[in-house]
């Protein structure tokens, strides 16, 4: 069973960096393709983020690239969000997933068979 715990979020200045983690307490993250999507009260939650089992295959959402980088570390059950020189329209929630799919040539990569709860994210100007 997959559980999937976020950390890292907080408040910064615009310009700022954050780490963002997600720990799967399940110990099979290492089995899944894994990404982050965020959301904003009132709009549907968005694609920012994927990565292949391996770490070999990487996507982005063209609204934080260069800026955001996905990795992973399975020996850790753990996948990042590296995000530097923040927004203020970067602010929302921000969602880990795990999926069993990971799909070629589509603007969201990833099958979300499994969600965290979430944790916020704040730039300030």
């Known amino acids: 069973q997959v559980q999937l715990v976020e950390s890292g979020g907080g408040l910064v200045q615009a310009g700022g960096s954050l780490r963002l983690s997600c720990t799967d307490s399940g110990r099979t993250f290492g089995s899944y393709h894994a990404g982050w999507f965020r959301q904003t009260p009132g709009k549907e939650r968005e694609f920012v983020a994927a990565i292949s089992v391996s770490g070999s295959r990487t996507n982005y959402a063209d609204s934080v690239k260069p800026r955001f980088t996905i990795s992973r570390d399975n020996a850790k059950n753990t996948v990042y969000l590296q995000m530097n020189s923040l927004k203020p329209e970067d602010t929302a929630v921000y969602y880990c997933?795990?999926?069993?799919?990971?799909?070629?040539?589509?603007?969201?990569?990833?099958?979300?068979?499994?969600w965290g709860q979430g944790t916020q994210v704040t730039v300030s100007s």
């Open positions: 997933a795990a999926g069993a799919v990971y799909y070629r040539n589509s603007p969201t990569p990833l099958r979300t068979d499994y």
